[in-house]
């Protein structure tokens, strides 16, 4: 765990408003940055995807590849709850976690997860190096497209002590998929005050061969996965939605009354509440009012064209009953897409957004949809002339929390609660511009204001974020990369400690070797351990988890002398500030008697020039301690865009080829494009030993 205070700024100008009045008088507006503190508690989260608090203050987060982790308050170590097998072709993996809202550790210990079980979904075969079977075809006939034929999960576990019982699983729904193919599988899971689940779905679509547009391919031969018409616009799939249900014993569920379809509804689905979404990656429900904050991702054109639609929109909106916002048959209820004949490539008439009709072949539902709702807020690339505020770049937008104030939360000797300033305040982060906002309603639920929410704390792509029972700020934070650990992921805390307060210590713990065989000497460093305050530090360092402390100097050494898996942790404890005994904690997983692998492409090379669309060869070079088993390196081509990726396939072996995809609506020239490699070997551990793995990464450079 390291702490990274933050400065103050100047607040007169932090209320960033509409045209709306300002502020009320009685409130000064909000505490400078410096008030704040930003606790991270684990900056090796995996590959992080969401949060969730329990109620004693113990953080779970998931990672895509299947982890569910754990974060102990009282000791500041980070374990591991669970692993869960999931399917990882292309963004799938595990998603979303959250924890039953009558949740007490005893009668109540659910947990739910939002995943990609493995199913028989087809996957590559390394014997095969010219050819990928875990990629669906882009043409075809029904048959081949059924043979990806899949499901995301939302199921619930027991949480028994630290870990989750996956042999309690409860399975409640499943979303189906066309898997083998990019993207957008959402989702998010957020209850209500009266205990009804929300679950946000993405729509399953290709969005790499239409321009930038609206993806409403309908030709016979073409992969359902080109069109979103079979999902977000169709009232029998529960893709592109928000769905609500009631979950009850067993893992059964019932339908709230006010859905968007009474049971029963010919050709609908009753579990829908929103429809017509894109990407829905973050929701939430306001603790008070029960609204729902839902954001909405959108395509990536960045300019209009009168021949095929606007350009991308992202959006917020506060949803207080069902209803459709239109997509892919309109960006808002103003901005509507051009019908598109992707067979002869002519364009027809502008969808009406106010009547829409689903005429697609790949339809099974109604074919006249509600009319489309407007969103509270959207913007595009550039500056929005309705909400300068919310600056320019790229589009991510992210519904956060609305803090529900409560002046007893955290009382105590360090409380670390939010101001009363933020009460009632729904936020709005932003994935790729790295900022918070703070979104002002009035009495009646409308968008009043939009102001800078401690705009000074250092964020990088900002993932989920969850206020605790102790008034706090939780966060994930994803880092500027492409589907890995990132050097700036995190799950952290925000801290308000206010003028006077006295901020935790930020302890950082290196060693120079992590892994090898016995005798093991180890170099420890506390270099960058620091207090914000300039207070004096106490050291303690236990090298093997026994609660025992091993050494109390900054930069000690140690010899591992047994084989084994130890978790090394640095303590270190204020004894010189207002508030003395404040700590930070970090820690370095050992293991003795396994040697990581050491993996190298051989080709392509760093900067390479390709053209899109082009097939690319690989070689990949693996060095270990153990016999190397081509079968386990795994390759994956990434679509890069700025500083995110889409991953288009995955392939296994130390050599082979892949074919790269050709992203439609993107000018390489201007869009900051790449074509990413990524290869990574798990050995199979030894002796009982955990695996070990090691990736490497080439970023080649298209041609213009």
């Known amino acids: 765990m390291r702490t990274i205070p933050v400065a103050a700024v100047v607040t007169a100008v932090a209320a960033a408003l509409l045209t709306t ?29 969401d949060l969730a608090v329990l109620p004693d203050g113990r953080v779970l987060h ?52 939002y995943y990609s079980p ?45 870990k989750l019982d996956l042999s309690t699983e409860q399975q409640i729904m499943d979303v ?62 529960l ?41 829905p990656f973050r929701i939430d429900v306001d603790p008070e009012t029960d609204a729902l904050y839902v954001a909405d991702y959108s395509p990536d054109a960045r300019s209009a064209n009168p021949d095929r639609g606007p350009a991308g929109q ?70 929005s002339a309705r909400f300068p505020e919310l600056g320019t770049g790229g589009i991510g937008p992210m519904a956060g929390p609305a803090y529900d104030y409560d002046p007893n939360a955290g009382k105590g000797r360090a409380p670390v609660a939010w101001p009363e300033h933020y009460d009632a305040m729904p936020l709005f982060f932003e994935w790729t511009r790295d900022y918070i906002k703070g979104f002002r309603l009035d009495g009646s639920g409308a968008l009043s204001g939009i102001e800078d929410v401690l705009p000074s704390i250092p964020l990088s792509s900002p993932m989920a974020m969850e206020f605790g029972p102790n008034g706090a700020l939780y966060m994930l934070e994803y880092g500027k990369g492409y589907f890995a650990e990132l050097p700036e992921a995190a799950l952290s805390r925000i801290d308000y400690i206010g003028p006077n307060g006295n901020h935790s210590p930020q302890a950082t713990a290196t060693a120079s070797v992590d892994n090898g065989h016995a005798p093991l000497t180890v170099s420890f460093s506390s270099e960058g351990t620091e207090d914000a305050d300039g207070d004096r530090l106490r050291y303690a360092w236990d090298f093997n988890s ?106 296994s072996g130390c050599t082979g080829s892949i074919q790269t995809s050709e992203p439609e609506g993107h000018d390489p020239a201007n869009d900051d494009l790449h074509g990413v490699f990524y290869a990574s070997y798990t050995d199979p551990g030894a002796d009982g030993l955990p695996s070990l793995s090691g990736s490497d990464e080439v970023v080649l450079e298209p041609t213009e």
């Open 239 to 279: 893709r592109g939605k928000v769905l609500r249900i009631k979950v009850g014993k067993g893992g059964n569920y019932t339908i709230p009354d006010g859905n968007l379809f009474a049971p029963g509804t010919p050709k609908t689905r009753p579990e829908i509440y929103l429809m017509g979404l894109r990407n």
């Open 176 to 237: 189906e998929q066309d898997r083998g193919i990019c993207c957008h599988v959402g989702g998010d899971i957020a209850f209500d005050s009266k205990g009804n689940l929300y679950l946000s779905t993405g729509d399953d679509t290709n969005p790499f061969a239409s321009g930038g547009y609206t993806p409403i391919d309908e030709r016979a031969n073409r992969n359902p996965a080109y069109d979103a018409q079979r999902s977000s616009a169709n009232t029998n799939d």
């Open 546 to 651: 026994d609660g025992e402390i091993d050494s109390s100097q900054p930069n000690p050494t140690h010899t591992y002398t047994e084989n084994g898996h130890y978790t090394a942790t640095l303590q270190v404890t204020d004894v010189g500030g207002r508030e003395r005994g404040k700590t930070g904690v970090d820690e370095i997983e050992i293991v003795v008697g396994n040697q990581a692998p050491v993996v190298e492409f051989v080709t392509p090379v760093d900067g390479q020039q390709f053209s899109f669309g082009d097939v690319v060869d690989f070689e990949v070079s693996v060095t270990d301690d153990q016999p190397v088993d081509c079968s386990r390196v795994e390759v994956t081509y990434i679509l890069g865009h700025d500083t995110h990726g889409h991953p288009q396939t995955t392939t």
């Open 62 to 113: 998931t990672t895509r590849p299947g982890e569910v982790r754990m974060h102990h308050p009282d000791t500041g170590r980070n374990t591991v709850a669970a692993t869960v097998d999931v399917y990882q072709h292309d963004e799938e993996g595990l998603q979303s976690i959250a924890v039953d809202p009558g949740f007490n550790g005893k009668s109540n210990r659910w947990v739910y997860l």
């Open 118 to 162: 493995p199913m028989d979904t087809p996957v590559d075969d390394p014997s095969t190096p010219d050819t990928n079977e875990g990629d669906a075809p882009q043409f075809g006939t029904q048959d081949d497209f059924a043979k990806f034929d899949g499901v995301l999960r939302l199921s619930r576990f027991q949480l028994k002590g630290d």
């Open 21 to 49: 009045p300002a502020l009320s008088t009685a409130d000064a507006g909000p505490p400078p940055d410096g008030e704040f503190q930003k606790v991270i508690l684990d900056d090796s989260p995996g590959e992080p995807m």
């Open 314 to 383: 992202g959006k917020w909106f506060a949803a207080t009953e069902a209803g459709n916002y239109g997509w892919p048959y309109c960006a808002t209820a103003e901005l509507p897409y051009v019908d598109y004949d992707f067979a002869t490539g002519e364009s027809g008439e502008a969808f009406d957004c106010a009547a829409p009709v689903n005429e697609s072949p790949h339809n099974t539902g109604l074919t006249e949809l509600p009319p489309v709702a407007q969103p509270d807020v959207w913007y595009t690339y550039g500056q």
